[in-house]
């Protein structure tokens, strides 16, 4: 919609005020609500928020290690464009109307704003030639407490929705049969609509498939879901959590991206009839960028403490730097069944990660592969990749993926030095705030916000 449309639909709603949100740095939508009068004007003239959105972590902590948000720059005001594009009504309040927007227009915040940095990596595929689908399948956990039964048990053993190891239940969808409709419908109402919701193995877990689209889209229906299951769990006194790893006994949660490119006439380039799994040549190419950009780009796909505590044996998490065909225990899955579905999966983000971040780290690196040719020297895996003793293991905690990133020359040419910067400083920060003595510091800090 144009902002004209926009201004004529606002007026014709005759609402008060509108609810208008963005991203920071860990992907946690942050906003506010504006009386109508503000926001028809923020439609021409962007909307203020006080730069410390990026300039503190996910409690509220403020840096004291970034440059372009700090006490040494007292705070001041950066403004966002609002996207008449993203428009949609939230259906549980009322169909209330709700904006996303970006720093794309901002002089201090457009390189570190994550969703600005997928702007420019989607329209380098656009100028390519390749129009980039994408979606995201998240897993989340649900809990029958709210945030001050959490708070008053200093988040030590929350108790799940349902008990018991139920993967693809019906009897769990049936017997929780109201909040499990309500999640399907509302978010379909939302702009987010589902392939499809399950349960998932482990107490009170379940998993959604969100409907692909161009990656912009896909990553706003992904940032957007994350806070659309949690205020709708909380309309049944349940917390949905995106933690990474809550419980070392169980599962963690993932938020696989799935992806493709296609030309201008609806063609997928990844499918080759011609080829051995019909794979096509820019497909090669993009899954060796992908692979051989995986381990300096770590920290996109696993931002926090706990999101290494996911990547362990036997739990439906990649370790290693590796691919196969239909293979669940890899980094990187290629799903070949037809020419509409052919697509890559990576499998590496969790569901802590920042959908922003993870699907332009994902493109640019499939997009690095093809600029530059790459060859798929790594053999794919056949079976279980967990006991593929020669495979190159994935940096096994946040200090060592971010250590791993900062040497690195590919994140500067593929993101521009400033976003890097910032960023790296960012996981830094994060890495020296984690407490190990204090056995409950990461369900404190990650398990409601994240």
Same mark, same amino acid.
């Given at each position: ?8 639909l ?5 609402v008060?005020?509108?609810k208008?949100?963005v991203?920071?740095?860990?992907g946690?939508l942050r906003g506010k ?6 926001f ?5 003239c962007?909307i203020?928020f006080c ?7 996910? #409690? ?12 040494h720059?007292?705070?001041p005001d950066s403004?966002?464009?609002v996207?008449?594009?993203s428009y ?8 209330k ?17 994550p969703r ?7 329209n380098?595929a656009?100028e390519?030639?390749?129009s980039?689908?994408?979606s ?9 407490e709210?945030p ?11 108790t ?6 139920f993967?693809y239940?019906?009897?769990?969808a &049936?017997?929780n049969s109201?909040?499990?409709?309500e ?5 379909h ?7 499809g919701?399950h ?5 009170g ?10 990656i912009?889209e $896909? ?5 957007l879901?994350?806070?659309?299951v949690?205020?709708?769990? &909380?309309?049944f006194?349940?917390?949905a959590?995106?933690?990474a790893k809550w ?16 030309d ?6 990844f499918?080759?009839p011609e080829t051995?799994?019909?794979?096509s ?7 060796a960028?992908v ?7 770590l920290p996109?796909?696993?931002p926090?403490v706990?999101s290494y ?12 730097? $590796?691919?196969g ?7 990187l899955?290629?799903i070949?069944?037809s ?6 999966e ?11 971040? &993870?699907?332009?780290a994902?493109?640019?690196s499939g997009l690095?592969?093809?600029? #530059?040719?790459?060859t ?5 895996t056949?079976?279980n990749?967990y006991?593929?003793?020669?495979s190159t293991?994935?940096?096994?905690d946040l200090h ?8 690195s ?8 030095e ?5 960023f790296i400083r960012t ?7 984690y407490?190990?003595q204090?056995?409950n510091?990461?369900?404190k ?6």
């Amino acid at each position: 919609m144009t902002t004209e449309e926009i201004t004529q639909l606002i007026q014709e709603l005759d609402v008060r005020n509108v609810k208008f949100g963005v991203t920071d740095i860990d992907g946690i939508l942050r906003g506010k609500m504006i009386s109508t009068e503000k926001f028809l004007k923020a439609l021409h003239c962007d909307i203020g928020f006080c730069n410390v959105i990026f300039g503190w972590d996910v #409690n509220d902590a403020c840096y004291d290690n970034t440059e372009v948000s700090g006490w040494h720059t007292g705070y001041p005001d950066s403004f966002a464009t609002v996207d008449p594009g993203s428009y949609r009504k939230i259906p549980w309040e009322d169909n209330k109307p709700f904006f996303l927007g970006d720093f794309s227009s901002s002089d201090d915040m457009k390189e570190v704003c994550p969703r600005s940095l997928l702007k420019r990596i989607r329209n380098e595929a656009l100028e390519l030639g390749y129009s980039p689908k994408f979606s995201a399948e998240y897993e989340w956990f649900n809990f029958d407490e709210t945030p001050h039964s959490l708070r008053d048990k200093g988040y030590a053993d929350p108790t799940p929705m349902t008990p018991g190891m139920f993967g693809y239940s019906l009897l769990r969808a &049936s017997q929780n049969s109201e909040y499990f409709n309500e999640l399907f419908d509302r978010l379909h109402e939302f702009g987010i609509p589902l392939e499809g919701i399950h349960t998932e193995t482990g107490d009170g877990v379940y998993e959604a498939a969100i409907t692909y689209d161009d990656i912009l889209e $896909s990553a706003d229906r992904a940032a957007l879901f994350k806070t659309a299951v949690k205020e709708i769990a &909380s309309q049944f006194d349940l917390t949905a959590s995106f933690m990474a790893k809550w419980n070392p006994k169980l599962p963690g949660c993932s938020a696989h991206l799935h992806q493709s490119l296609w030309d201008d006439k609806g063609t997928n380039l990844f499918y080759d009839p011609e080829t051995e799994n019909h794979i096509s040549k820019l497909l090669e190419h993009y899954l060796a960028g992908v692979l051989h950009c995986l381990p300096h780009l770590l920290p996109m796909y696993a931002p926090t403490v706990n999101s290494y505590k996911r990547y362990v044996e036997g739990s439906w998490a990649a370790t290693t730097v $590796s691919w196969g065909i239909e293979n669940r225990t890899t980094a990187l899955r290629v799903i070949n069944h037809s020419e509409d579905s052919m697509r890559l999966e990576n499998r590496v983000p969790g569901a802590d990660s920042n959908p922003y971040l &993870s699907m332009a780290a994902s493109l640019a690196s499939g997009l690095y592969g093809i600029r #530059n040719k790459l060859t798929l020297n790594l053999p794919a895996t056949i079976g279980n990749e967990y006991k593929n003793a020669g495979s190159t293991p994935l940096p096994s905690d946040l200090h060592k993926a971010t250590e791993a990133m900062k040497r690195s020359e590919i994140p500067k040419e593929l993101f521009g030095e400033a976003f890097v910067d910032h960023f790296i400083r960012t996981r830094e920060w994060e890495w020296r705030q984690y407490d190990p003595q204090d056995r409950n510091w990461e369900m404190k800090r990650y398990f409601e916000i994240i």
